[in-house]
């Protein structure tokens, strides 16, 4: 059998296909992306930008016929934060899964959440306790459990996308602005009351998104983005010092020609690495896990068991 998720994000658009061999394992056929910035400029309650419904219309049709062009069966898309923050979020569901022919749910910040928990307990979790990140365009998931149970969550309203709308607009970003973005993504976590220092004691902390992986791949030094290596680098304090620094000081289109790095993600890094690196202070630790495996690969396994098919994705690259 052969199925496909495609994630509806608030900065990009990702497509994974795999297969799955008749003891439950599957393995990856093909991953894509494409930068579209659904939620770009949206405020809450406001519309979503046309030339952006346009650009991610086109890549969901795409990659729905990509999958099926690779056998897929099954084919499901799922949106988040942009889509649930915009009046006509529910409307341009239902247009993408009319062009492309398959369904589109629109996951509550508290579901994605748990998909995001979900994911990182499958693929890296050790049935201990676990703290996990999912920093996305429009907001950052916080979701902490024991093994494969996720006991709470909190969303915070800042991702990689919109704290760079909001806060940093120079390129590169000033000192300015570098301060109201970290004053910003402290308020938020003080807000949360998730009382992240004491969640995070002794449990495993993991982020998975585009900004973990991104920087991950550039810690290693990678020419090309690799999951298999990426999945399960430990991200170090002195890292984020030295990473947040370069990102910070460097301008848009240099960071765009950086190895390793896709150029669409080149503008939201400093602010989603800013947010990181500030969750990771708040917790305490001097270390974060990252787990290539996101939102998408529990979605796609949560698809797949309703329909009776029980599947394991810890195995997807070789």
């Not at 599957?26 to 939620?39: E, F």
């Not at 629109?106 to 748990?114: F, Q």
């Not at 909190?154 to 760079?164: F, K, N, Q, S, Y």
Request: aromatic share 6%.
């Amino acid at each position: 059998m052969r199925a496909a998720v495609i994630d509806i994000g608030s900065n990009s658009v990702l497509l994974l296909t795999v297969a799955l061999e008749p003891d439950g394992w599957a393995r990856a056929l093909d991953a894509k992306l494409a930068t579209t910035r659904l939620g770009r400029g949206l405020a809450d309650g406001g519309t979503l930008n046309p030339a952006a419904r346009g650009e991610t219309l086109v890549a969901v049709t795409t990659f729905a016929a990509r999958a099926r062009a690779a056998g897929a069966t099954r084919v499901w898309a799922f949106a988040t934060a942009a889509a649930r923050r915009a009046s006509d979020g529910a409307a341009f569901a239902r247009e993408v899964a009319a062009s492309a022919g398959v369904p589109v749910e629109i996951l509550s910040d508290e579901e994605e959440a748990r998909l995001a928990y979900a994911a990182v307990a499958h693929a890296l979790g050790d049935g201990g306790p676990l703290v996990a990140i999912e920093i996305g365009g429009g907001t950052t998931e916080l979701a902490f459990g024991f093994a494969e149970t996720m006991h709470g969550s909190v969303t915070l309203p800042l991702g990689a996308l919109r704290l760079t709308e909001e806060y940093l607009r120079s390129d590169p970003p000033t000192v300015r602005e570098f301060g109201a973005a970290t004053a910003a993504v402290a308020a938020a976590l003080q807000a949360s009351g998730i009382g992240l220092r004491e969640r995070a004691a002794g449990a495993l902390l993991a982020a998975s998104g585009g900004t973990a992986t991104a920087l991950a791949a550039l810690d290693l030094g990678l020419a090309a983005y690799d999951p298999a290596r990426v999945h399960g680098h430990w991200l170090r304090r002195e890292t984020f010092a030295a990473l947040v620094t370069r990102l910070f000081r460097v301008p848009r289109a240099e960071r765009a020609r950086w190895s390793g790095l896709d150029p669409g993600r080149a503008a939201v890094l400093p602010g989603g690495a800013l947010v990181l690196q500030r969750v990771l202070l708040a917790a305490g630790r001097d270390a974060v896990q990252v787990s290539d495996h996101g939102v998408r690969h529990a979605y796609l396994r949560r698809r797949l068991a309703e329909v009776g098919v029980a599947a394991d994705l810890r195995a997807l690259w070789p």
